[in-house]
């Protein structure tokens, strides 16, 4: 074996302009399929971050109780009681939940909430907010507040309100201004502005307002528990199986954010399945180019292919011959792709840095490993052919070409 790869080795470097632009060619598609993997990988992660990242991962909702119902004996509804309407539904034994949520593998951060609609008014002007009380310290705990503050402190203590910037331009509010906070339930509250934020979103910031989770149970008559818990999680792709461990540990419904994403489930799949066809095609063209000059090789070294033959080489011995010159070409290509590859993407900013307007390039999904490995793959198959060929190669005839 090892005087079949010194000969496989000497074949070479007997023609090394050949060899270059051969290991070139499979560089350079090593080099596109890596190119590939870190844009359609680091656009999804860019997708995701831009859409789910500052959303709730795992989200638990408080539900009012069904309705009762009175039914005869025959079976007729008799009588049913309305849903109440003036009274919230809450997660009572909130507080009970929130460390054995927070200690399950991948939750890396749990936010208790009170939300529910009211009114800003400031003057003659009124606007219709969302409001979200939310724990001190925990205000960025899943929207990431702190990142996003152009004006004052993510902090809504005690008589203070963060608002987004559309809905404080709107309002023509300003910092360290006053306004009235009036809840659904009547429940109002004179706040003080401490606060701007602006995501980027225009339905957040247009709509959004933050206080402190004291204020919140004030403005809606809930002295304890909580309407919603929010769940951060390290991978969001292991939203589905989490949900379930929280389903199963505590009994509440937990919800992952792929219940309500179908439609963007849908397209980051068509998109990864446009990548896989992308980096197919880059693997064909080598395992094309590697065949068609093993094949223009093997022409060329009938004589010395008939001079092995006749020396006692077995049919064997000629093909591991010409799959360990594949097997070369495969392993030195796809090396130099890959460091090419790398070298070509350090520049880019990594995951976390991701802005608009940015090519969003994911140094770490490259499949580096990978792409070598399918490249020497790919190169020995494209070298059987080649190697078959060979191997039946007559002597006689040969030697006397």
Not at 11 to 16: E, G, N, V
Not at 97 to 109: E, K, N, S
Not at 111 to 140: C, H, K, M, N, Y
Not at 162 to 188: F, K, N, P, W
Request: charged share 15%.
């Amino acid at each position: 074996m090892l005087y079949a790869l010194k000969i496989a080795a000497r074949y070479l470097t007997a023609s090394k302009a050949q060899t270059a632009l051969l290991v070139a060619g499979v560089a350079v598609g090593v080099f596109i399929f890596i190119f590939m993997s870190a844009l359609i990988g680091g656009l999804a992660e860019f997708i995701l971050s831009r859409t789910v990242g500052d959303l709730s991962h795992v989200t638990i909702k408080a539900e009012d109780a069904v309705p009762a119902i009175l039914i005869s004996p025959e079976g007729h509804v008799l009588a049913v009681a309305e849903r109440g309407r003036a009274r919230t539904a809450t997660l009572a034994e909130a507080e009970t939940f929130i460390p054995l949520i927070a200690a399950v593998p991948g939750v890396i951060a749990v936010s208790p909430q009170i939300t529910g609609a009211g009114f800003l008014t400031r003057g003659a002007q009124v606007a219709q907010v969302s409001v979200t009380g939310v724990e001190p310290g925990r205000e960025s705990a899943i929207l990431n507040l702190d990142g996003y503050m152009v004006e004052g402190l993510a902090r809504p203590g005690p008589g203070l309100i963060v608002l987004g910037r559309r809905l404080a331009d709107d309002l023509s509010l300003r910092l360290g201004q006053t306004l009235r906070l009036q809840s659904s339930g009547g429940v109002s509250m004179v706040l003080t502005l401490s606060g701007i934020f602006d995501t980027g979103n225009g339905m957040i910031d247009a709509s959004s307002a933050f206080v402190a989770l004291p204020t919140a149970r004030t403005l809606f008559a809930l002295p304890q528990g909580v309407t919603r818990i929010e769940i951060k999680l390290a991978d969001l792709n292991t939203a589905d199986a989490t949900a379930l461990r929280i389903r199963a540990l505590t009994g509440l419904d937990a919800v992952p954010w792929t219940d309500g994403a179908a439609q963007l489930m849908e397209a980051l799949n068509a998109q990864a399945q446009t990548g896989y066809f992308l980096k197919s095609f880059a693997l064909i063209t080598i395992v094309i180019g590697v065949a068609s000059a093993l094949l223009l090789s093997t022409y060329r070294r009938r004589p010395e292919i008939g001079i092995m033959r006749a020396m006692g080489a077995g049919r064997g011995f000629v093909i591991f011959v010409f799959v360990t010159q594949g097997a070369l070409i495969g392993l030195m290509g796809g090396l130099c792709g890959a460091a090419l590859g790398y070298l070509a993407l350090l520049p880019f900013p990594t995951r976390e840095a991701f802005e608009v307007g940015m090519l969003p390039m994911d140094i770490t999904q490259g499949s580096y490993g990978l792409a070598v490995t399918l490249t020497v793959i790919g190169a020995i198959l494209a070298s059987i052919l080649p190697a078959r060929a060979a191997a039946r190669v007559d002597p006689v005839t040969a030697i006397g070409q």
